[in-house]
């Protein structure tokens, strides 16, 4: 599967040919290129490519907020999360679209990515321009974190800054995933005006990004480069104010990426810093977010901005040709399913009457096509179809004491304290068919001796034989005998279906 994730980094787009094999993933190109010569980006996504194209929203067009998930279960928790999600929003529902991602299964919280549509909209209006339908549009700092987890898969927690063109993006990562993201409008372009205002008169403006990778920021003297070192100071003001509101004092890995080799030692100036096992080249810092976009969609759920009335009609199209493609699919295999099961059918209707024709001395059929003498069989069949009197129709002594040890009754007798003391039975067949007498029923006598503990147990257990039951024949005899030291009871049984004991 080849995905592509593109970057628009103010007048750049960075992007990332990504491929996703049986052997893992793999880098194929990365490409910047200004947006008056986006032409030379097009062969990577138009010319023979076919896969995935994925983009990111600034942290300035989305709204992040985590929310606790109150469902046991995990059958409705969509739907629970979308209906809290209204509740909680102060916006209209028809002006902005709120996607929340669950992430990892387990989680007793999840991410809303609450998005204005005009600005949705906005950013998919300038891929447009550009020839660009993407499929998925995530974020920029969900790109930044997926990147780091891929870079750096050891690493569960880091506050991650990428310094792009126009604006900063700050991005707090926790055990593996994105949980806070600010974007702080100052990014390299301004540092580079601000150095050219200080150098303007011996400086020609071609000349001002070679001499700023020359300039050192931790040499820097503020009485000759005044409006650098305010933007500078700026930015770093509002790098801590972020940082520490998203840490709460907490020390957290510091991880730079996007254009850091503006000049030398900028990160190192902008907040403490330390690298550690986490060195990135610079090619990795700067194609960062367009990386991250693609390694996002390798995941099982990658984060899909493109909803509702935002979803690519190109895969509306695609979701339909599929869909036709399966339902011909379907027709086909019924209709040969269909003329297979005839097929059999005819075989088998074949086979019998071959059968019946080779087995019967002396046939029956008369003339007519197979289903004819087929149906004759049949007729002769069902018109000589007599029930077989000598299979068993009385219950099995097996059964008779399975029912006898689950009536209710004694079931209710025994939790009391006073079960049934069964001291004999006899089961017998005192009537059955034979070949004198076919028409003989199947009678089946059980006689019990027993005795209870209470005398208004037994009573109980005397009239429950009496009463309606499914097993008692009440039609029959049912007798009753007090003994010495007990009681005797003799009673039939109602016969069943014809079953082979």
């Known amino acids: ?46 010319n023979g490519f076919k896969g995935r194209i994925t983009s990111g929203l600034s942290a300035k067009d989305f709204l992040i907020r985590t929310m606790e998930i ?9 739907e629970a999360i979308a209906f809290q999600s209204e509740a909680l929003s102060h916006f209209k529902p028809e002006e902005v679209i709120t996607i929340p991602f669950l992430g990892k299964k387990g989680k007793a919280d999840a991410l809303l990515f609450t998005v204005p549509c005009d600005g949705l909209k906005k950013h998919l209006t300038q891929l447009e321009e550009m020839g660009i339908e993407p499929d998925a549009i995530s974020t920029v700092p969900s790109a930044l974190c997926h990147f780091i987890r891929w870079k750096f898969p050891k690493l569960s927690e880091a506050f991650i800054i990428d310094l792009g063109s126009n604006e900063t993006t700050c991005a707090l ?32 403006k071609n000349e001002i990004e070679g001499s700023a990778k020359q300039s050192d920021l931790l040499l820097l003297k503020p009485g000759l480069n005044p409006h650098l070192s305010g933007e500078l100071i700026e930015l770093r003001q509002e790098l801590a104010k972020v940082y520490y509101s998203f840490t709460r004092g907490l020390i957290k890995p510091v991880i730079f990426t996007g254009r850091t080799d503006a000049f030398i030692h900028l990160r190192e100036f902008l907040i403490d810093f330390s690298e550690g096992e986490c060195p990135l080249t610079s090619e990795e810092q700067k194609f960062a977010v367009s990386m991250g976009l693609a390694l996002e969609q390798t ?29 011909a699919a379907s027709v086909v295999l019924s209709i ?95 009537s059955y068919p034979t070949i004198r007498s076919s028409k003989e029923p199947f009678l089946a006598k059980v006689e019990i001796e027993f005795d209870f503990k209470s005398m208004m147990n037994a009573r109980k257990f005397h009239e429950s034989l009496r009463s309606s039951d499914d097993w008692i024949d009440s039609t029959q005899e049912i007798s009753w005998d007090a003994l010495n030291n007990g009681y005797r009871a003799s009673f039939f049984m109602k016969n069943r279906s014809p079953h082979v004991p």
Not at 173 to 183: D, I
Not at 315 to 320: F, I, K
Request: charged letters at 25%.
């Open 299 to 327: 995941s099982p759920t990658p984060l899909q901005l493109r909803q509702g009335n935002f979803f690519p009609k190109k895969n509306w199209a695609r979701m339909g040709f599929y869909a036709l493609t399966l339902l």
């Open 70 to 78: 109150k469902v046991a279960g995990s059958r409705h928790i969509e």
């Open 173 to 204: 990562m926790e055990k593996g995933e994105l949980k806070k993201s600010h974007a702080i409008t100052k990014g390299i372009d301004g540092l580079l005006a601000a150095f050219r205002e200080d150098r303007k008169k011996i400086l020609l």
């Open 1 to 46: 599967m080849n995905i592509l994730g593109i970057h628009i980094d103010s007048s750049f787009i960075r992007t990332c040919l990504l491929r996703k094999g049986r052997q893992g993933i793999e880098i194929r190109a990365l490409r910047a290129v200004s947006l008056n010569e986006n032409m030379n980006v097009k062969p990577l996504y138009i």
């Open 336 to 430: 040969a399913l269909l003329a297979i099961g005839l097929r059999s059918t005819s075989l088998r209707k074949e086979e019998m009457l071959e059968s019946l024709q080779t087995s019967s001395r002396k046939t029956l059929l008369t003339e007519g096509n197979m289903e004819e003498q087929i149906d004759q069989w049949i007729s002769a069949i069902e018109s000589n179809n007599k029930e077989y009197p000598y299979i068993l129709q009385a219950p099995k002594a097996s059964e008779v004491l399975s029912w006898l040890s689950g009536h209710p009754l004694l079931e209710e007798l025994k939790n009391e304290g006073d079960p049934i003391d069964v001291r004999e039975i006899k089961y017998q067949l005192t």
